[in-house]
């Protein structure tokens, strides 16, 4: 071979150098074929990343939401969904009225005590008896019981500021479906938390609420801050929420929060959905701001004391 190549050196290096050059060619491919797996590998990190920092973005728009109770999409029927929590201290401070006083306290949601036509047929209540005033500021209020409205800083009394012109406003079925659903109402809760329904009493303030996006401009607007009921208005002893229209849909932001402890617990409102709770310190909770559109709702509140009961409204 040595001979061979001294002989025919030219012959001999111009293998080596096609030996070499497929080597190359070899290599080269090699090398390419690495660095597109490091450029993929690259890109599958840079893209994990980015999922990780969405879903924290998200997460912490969420305002600590560390479960769903109810989400707008599922429809909880027919039972209620109940969560039981142990009750405050804070009925101690107040009268017992065996047969409906809190023995155990909870929470629970359900979507099979009124249906969506009868939340829309509330809504237009709501939407006819709003647009006779409401507030500056994002959050108005209708109280059919007492005739509290929002109007501009303050409230007016629709059944004397407006007279008998009311009647053009609602109707007596308006009023009809009204009572209808809180007896509704009424009757979950008391078989929910297995209590006398004629042992509770319906209180004030009951009423209808309407928010949006609006900046608040009185205290009265500012219904996102957390809460006890029954600290608030000592007659409480449970507290519903009647939903008349969709999160998600009809608003964006506004969902119900418990602030427990350890963790936020949302009801995302679903026109229909009832939720209903002890209106103790157990039930600590918050409407988070809404960010667009408009929320509708009816706030329903019971009483033990019939030295606070109030009364279903009638056409003057
Ligand atoms: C909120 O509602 C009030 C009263 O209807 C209205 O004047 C205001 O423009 C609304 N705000 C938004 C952001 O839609
Ligand atoms: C509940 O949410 C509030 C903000 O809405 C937050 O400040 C708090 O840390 C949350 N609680 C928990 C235990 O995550």
Redesign the pocket.
């Known amino acids: 071979m040595a001979l061979l190549r001294a002989r025919n050196p030219k012959a001999s290096n111009a293998a080596e150098i096609e030996k070499k050059i497929k080597r190359g060619n070899a290599l080269r491919q090699g090398s390419s074929w690495r660095s597109s797996r490091a450029l993929f590998a690259l890109l599958l990190v840079a893209v994990c990343a980015s999922a990780v920092a969405t879903w924290l973005y998200l997460t912490s728009l969420d305002?600590?939401i560390?479960e769903t109770l109810a989400s707008r999409r599922e429809l909880v029927s027919p039972q209620p969904r109940v969560y039981s929590v142990q009750c405050s201290e804070d009925y101690q401070n107040h009268k017992r009225y065996p047969g409906c006083t809190p023995q155990s306290c909870g929470r629970a949601v359900t979507d099979a005590m009124v249906t969506r036509e009868e939340a829309h047929a509330l809504r237009r209540l709501a939407e006819r008896g709003l647009a006779l005033a409401g507030s500056e500021g994002g959050a108005s209020i209708l109280d059919l019981h007492s005739g509290a409205l929002s109007m501009g800083k303050q409230f007016v009394n629709i059944y004397r500021y407006f007279g008998d012109q009311i009647s053009d406003v609602f109707t007596a079925e308006d009023f009809k479906l009204y009572r209808d659903v809180r007896e509704r109402i009424q009757a979950v809760i008391a078989e929910t938390f297995g209590l006398d329904p004629t042992l509770m009493y319906l209180t004030k303030p009951t009423f209808f609420s309407r928010i949006n996006s609006t900046a608040a401009k009185t205290q009265h607007d500012e219904y996102w801050h957390p809460h006890i009921d029954k600290v608030t208005y000592g007659s409480f002893d449970y507290t519903s929420l009647l939903y008349l229209s969709d999160y998600g849909s009809d608003f964006t932001g506004g969902r119900f929060?418990f602030?427990?402890?350890?963790?936020?617990r949302t009801v995302e409102p679903r026109a229909g959905r009832v939720s209903f709770f002890s209106s103790g310190s157990e039930n600590l909770h918050?409407v988070e701001k809404v960010t667009w559109g408009t929320r509708y709702a009816i706030t329903v509140s019971f009483t033990c004391d019939p030295a606070h009961a109030i009364s279903d409204p009638t056409l003057p």
């Open positions: 305002g600590d560390t929060v602030m427990d402890q350890n963790g936020n918050r």
